[in-house]
Structures are given as structure tokens and as C-alpha cells.
């Protein structure tokens, strides 16, 4: 069954208003093993790299300046070959399109071309075209994304848009080149690898999503996978094998409203894959995370610089780790966390996270000089605590800065460097027993004289 049962997703009301709700996606009507051989396609990412479009794209039906604006509906659109569009609209051509089905099969022989250029996609949009695609079906087997935007000045509007697919690299909502889709309503399954459910690539394309649920079952698929911007509202979805967002260098995700599952390597996974990057952005408010995997932490960052705000906001987890912050990436495989041997240019993370208005339960771990600035305010609680990752490297560090408002509950002794309290008290802390060890000469911590102070519940908080 492959239907998402989810509480309300407004996650947060009072436990009396929470009703089950059923969601049905589109693996409920093609089963995902009537094409596992699809789905089990690794595609092949060693292939050279190319700069620019090797060749013109190969469509079925094209439409393009020549003929203008063009409508259609009730139309069925197919197509049986490798490489090849079903609809291609390019050239600053205008296309509205509704009731339209849209059934594809055939192979892309080229990851890239398909990644960066959109070719093999049902639908793509390209070179300052704009399309409007209301009440459509579009439905692709071998690999192929769903709808494709590509090129400055490309839009693409969808709403209400089924959209199924089996094998590799068949992304629901696609943009690239600074393309842009902006999309409602929109029930999406990729059962392949590498087929994020809602995704930009590089070098940039954005991706605004409305009240929309979706289901990715491979390896490599989030979600939502951020290259450039991704705007998401009242999205429920689940992505088996992948976090919620991959985010690859400065990129900008907001999730609000969102109710979203993880199966692998974390709630997020966000990392730059070459020279570390700094003014990344992840904003989540009135939404929840759950992640699924024994070990997985709910937010993961690996070489990167980014600022995080989590606003109403729940993080569930099994793992009992909120955060990480880690001197790794995300290779290409998707699926673990890489070393010093996939990437030498590996640098710590730097994670500047403020959390309001939530009850967040768990622990911030950072590795190998990695930083986690944990900024608590608005009547946000915090039960965990904050540990060096590993014995091996250089400790990772943690400033803790609490409002008046705010309270944090302790679960392990935890050592901070600047530590700040808006209760000049610390009466907002609960030590359990445990101490909380801070750095005296840390600039922010110079107000407590270096002295031992006596916490609740019998433990202090005194000079590292
Ligand atoms: C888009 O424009 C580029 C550059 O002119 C061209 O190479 C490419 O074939 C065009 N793509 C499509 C789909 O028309
Ligand atoms: C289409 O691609 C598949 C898988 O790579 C291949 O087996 C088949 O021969 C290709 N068909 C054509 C017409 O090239
Ligand atoms: C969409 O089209 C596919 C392929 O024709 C079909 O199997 C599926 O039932 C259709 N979905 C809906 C919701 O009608
Ligand atoms: C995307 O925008 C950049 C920066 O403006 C520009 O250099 C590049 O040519 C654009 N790419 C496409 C495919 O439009
Ligand atoms: C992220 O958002 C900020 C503020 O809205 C904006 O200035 C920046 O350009 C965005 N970055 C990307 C990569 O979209
Ligand atoms: C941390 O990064 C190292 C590589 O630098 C990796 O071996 C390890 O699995 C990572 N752990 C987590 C939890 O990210
Ligand atoms: C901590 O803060 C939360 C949220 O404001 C509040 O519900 C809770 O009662 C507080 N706990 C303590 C021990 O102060
Ligand atoms: C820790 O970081 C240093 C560089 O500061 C690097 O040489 C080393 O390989 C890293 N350790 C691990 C386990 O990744
Ligand atoms: C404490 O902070 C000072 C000043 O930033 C720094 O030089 C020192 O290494 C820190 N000590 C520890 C034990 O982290
Ligand atoms: C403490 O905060 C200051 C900024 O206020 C920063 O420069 C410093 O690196 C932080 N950490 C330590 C250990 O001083």
C-alpha cells in the first residue's frame, strides 16, 4: 500500500483536532512493481561533461514562436522512442494546454542531457517559452521527468497535474537553465533513482509548490532538491530513500505547511559538492519532518554555510539526533556520507540555526571542527544536548543563546563555547543532573564571571 497516511497536516493544532487523513498518490493506481525493471536502472553519471546543448531537442509535437500562442484540450499526446519529448515549446512560443493526457515511454541514453537540458521529458519548456498545463495527466515509463522548464524567462504554470513515473532520472517538476515552475494541486510518484519529486538543476531553476502530495520510492530522490529556489506550501509527501530536501551550494528552501517523510541520510540533506559554500537558506514554518532510519538525524549539513530557521516547527526522529553538522557531502551515489576521499576540498559546516515557537526534542552533533549556533526564542523548548561527533579530529563546537521565553532541558552534560540567557538566572534550564560546561573567555560568555552557577535539578553550569 502505497497511500501516505498522515496526521492533519496542520500537525500542530491541539491533539483534539488532529483527524487521520488517507492520501492517495499515484502509485496507488500503477503499482510501482509493474515496472521494476525501470525502477532498478542505475543510471550511469561517469559520462563528460558538457557545457552547452549537444543538439536540437527531439519532440513528437513541437510548438514553437512560429505558431504563437497555441491551445489545447482534450487532447491525448504519446510518444515510443528514446530521447524524444512527447511536447516540446520553445522559442517564446505561448502553450495552454488542459485535459490533456500525456503518455511516454523510451530511454534517455545521457544522464546530463536529460538533467540539464530536459531532453526525454514529456513535457519541456524551453528558451522563454511559457506554459500553462491545467487538469493534465502526464505518465512515463524508462526514465523521463514529468515537465520540464528550462532557459531565462521560461514559466511554466500546473495545476492539477497527476504525474507517474518509472525509472531513472524522471523528476516530477524539473527546471533548469533559470526556468521556473510554479505549480498547485499536483499528485506526483517517481519510483526510479535520481527522481526527486519537485527539483531545480544546475545552474539554477525554481520551483514554487501549492497544496501537492508526493511520493519518491529511489535512491537519490528528495522530495525536493534545491538548485536555485524552492517554495513550498501545504505539501505532504514522502521520499523512501532520500531526505525531504537535498540542497546543493547557496540555494534558498521554505517549506511552510509541509508534512514530509525521510527514508535516508536525513530530514535534509544539505551539503555543496565542490568548494564549500557559504549564504545557503532553509526556512520551515507550521510544518513537520520525520525521519525514518534508525540512525538519521533530523537536519544534516556537511560543507556547507548556512542560516536555518525553524518556526512552528516539529522534528521527529528516531535517532534522537536533531542536528548535524559535518566535514562531509553527498557524492553522486546518494546514499552515504563521503569523506576526505571523495572531495579534498572538504571544509566543516557552519550552521546558524534560530528556532521559534517549537518544542524540538534531541541532540546537535557536529564533527571535525564542524559549528552548530543553536538560537532559541519565542517560547521555543529544547530537551537534548550538544556533542562532539567524533574522538578523531578537531572537536566541533556549539554556541547556545536562549531567550527569557525559552527553556532548554538537559540530557547529557554539553559543552558550549558562547553560551547567552535571556534569564540572567538560568532558571529556563533543566539540568537533570547534568552539567553544562561553558567557555569563559568566549566573548558572549563573559557575563557569568566564570563562575559555577547552580542550575534546577541539581546540576551546574561552570567554566569548561
Ligand atoms: C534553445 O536555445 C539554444 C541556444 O540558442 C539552442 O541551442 C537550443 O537548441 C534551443 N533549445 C530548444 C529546445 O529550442
Ligand atoms: C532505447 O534504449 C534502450 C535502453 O538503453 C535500448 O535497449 C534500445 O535499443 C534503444 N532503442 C533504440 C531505438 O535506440
Ligand atoms: C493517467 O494515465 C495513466 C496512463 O494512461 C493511467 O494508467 C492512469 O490511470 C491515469 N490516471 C488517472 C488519475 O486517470
Ligand atoms: C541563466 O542566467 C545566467 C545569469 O544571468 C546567464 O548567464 C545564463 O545564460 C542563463 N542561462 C540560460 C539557459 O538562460
Ligand atoms: C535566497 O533568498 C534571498 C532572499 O530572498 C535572495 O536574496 C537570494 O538571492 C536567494 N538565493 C537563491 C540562490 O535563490
Ligand atoms: C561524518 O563525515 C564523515 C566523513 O567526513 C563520515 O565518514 C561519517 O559517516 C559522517 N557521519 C555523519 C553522521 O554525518
Ligand atoms: C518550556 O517552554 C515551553 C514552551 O514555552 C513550555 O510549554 C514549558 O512549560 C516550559 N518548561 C519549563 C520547565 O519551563
Ligand atoms: C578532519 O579535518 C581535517 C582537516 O581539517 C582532515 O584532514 C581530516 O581528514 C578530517 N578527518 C576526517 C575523519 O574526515
Ligand atoms: C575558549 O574561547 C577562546 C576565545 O574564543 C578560544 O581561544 C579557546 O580556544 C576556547 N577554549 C576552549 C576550551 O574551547
Ligand atoms: C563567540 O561569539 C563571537 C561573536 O560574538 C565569535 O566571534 C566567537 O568566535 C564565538 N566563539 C568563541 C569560542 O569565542
Redesign the pocket.
Known sequence: MASLSLLSIFGLLPVACLAVVTIQDPSDVIPPSAWAADNAIVPDYNVPFIATQPSPIQAAYTYDSRKKSVSVDHQSYTVNKNDTSVILVTDGAKFDASYIDVLKYGYSSNLLTASFYGFNAAVNVANGSEATLKNVNITVHNGAANIYSYGTGTVVHVDNAWLYSSGPVSHGLYASGNGTIIAHNVQQFSGGMRSSSFSGDSPVGDVYVYNSVAHAAGVGSATFYALGTIYAENVQSISEKGPVVFMDGAQNATLINCDSTAGLLGGVAIFSSQIRTSGASLKLKNSRITTLGKTMPGLWFGNTIINVDIDTTEINTQSGVLVTAN?SQITQDFDYYA??ADNNN?LPALVYATVSESKLKGDLVAY??SYISWKLQDHTSWTGAAYDG?S???AGTFDVALDSSSNWTLTKDTKVQNFTDGDRTLGNIQSAGFTLYYNASAGQSKWLGGKTVKLNGGGVAKPL
Open positions: 566535514y569523506g576526505y572538504l571535525n571542527g567524533a578523531a579530529g578537531k
